[in-house]
């Protein structure tokens, strides 16, 4: 069965802090690639994704992942971090040949000003 | 425009009933998925709708789940004979096209079984 695997469960950070959340992921065939974030209070929302081409995607908010086939990751970056980024972030893995999405368990990013 | 929108937004209920969640998507959008989310876990694929057919079934846990949506809009998940494992938040997320187009996610709902 396939598998998406986020190993940073809970991150706290200073503001201005570089941020790097891993994804990795189990499916051997092609993917498409995204990250979602949740806003305290909000919904689920896309904040990046990965069907082919570069595999540095930029998206919101200066966040952008790079897509390492080698290494079945996509992990997601942000050079300086602000409050405002505190929220929960999922990695979901869309296998080529299917219209279903497989969702890691999240990451918890708190932001201390 | 007007998002997705789910109802109830909460909703608690006892071991054996009945429940129907109802999802109503963003206006002209084809794709309709339903997801499930258990506390401190990601969203669970459940199934999916391309207009009013029912395309992707595989997430569904067991025959007491289905899912309807007659008329390529609005789409209810009906949960039989609730047990408590059945307690979760229930997403409903829809897009303009297929998976290549973003998904845009409701409030969700909120199921207690008690």
């Known amino acids: 069965a396939q598998s998406v695997s986020q190993h940073n469960h809970h991150v706290i950070l200073s503001e201005a802090a570089s941020l790097e959340l891993g994804c990795n992921y189990s499916?051997?065939?092609?993917?498409?690639l995204f990250w979602y974030v949740q806003y305290p209070g909000q919904h689920l929302q896309l904040l990046l994704k990965?069907?082919?081409?570069?595999?540095l995607v930029k998206g919101i908010k200066g966040f952008e992942a790079e897509f390492i086939k080698s290494k079945f990751s996509f992990n997601l970056r942000k050079p300086s971090v602000q409050w405002s980024d505190t929220a929960e972030y999922f990695c979901?893995?869309?296998?080529?040949?299917?219209?279903?999405?497989?969702f890691g368990t999240g990451t918890s990013l708190t932001v201390i000003p | 425009g007007a998002g997705v929108s789910q109802s109830p937004r909460y909703k608690v209920t006892k071991r054996g009933q009945d429940v129907a969640l109802r999802c109503d998507p963003i206006?002209?959008?084809?794709?309709l998925y339903w997801y499930r989310q258990a506390l401190g876990q990601g969203p669970e694929f459940l199934t999916y709708?391309?207009?009013?057919?029912?395309?992707?079934k595989s997430g569904l846990p067991n025959d007491r789940f289905s899912a309807e949506r007659p008329e390529g809009s609005i789409s209810t998940l009906t949960i039989q004979r609730t047990e408590q494992r059945d307690s979760a938040m229930y997403r409903c997320?829809?897009?303009?096209?297929?998976?290549?187009?973003?998904?845009?996610f409701g409030p969700g709902t909120r199921l207690t079984v008690l």
């Open positions: 997320a829809s897009s303009l096209g297929g998976y290549t187009d973003t998904q845009y």
């Open positions: 499916y051997g065939g092609t993917v498409n």
């Open positions: 990965y069907f082919s081409g570069d595999p």
């Open positions: 979901a893995v869309n296998p080529y040949t299917g219209n279903q999405f497989y």
């Open positions: 206006s002209g959008h084809v794709s």
């Open positions: 709708f391309n207009y009013e057919a029912q395309q992707d």
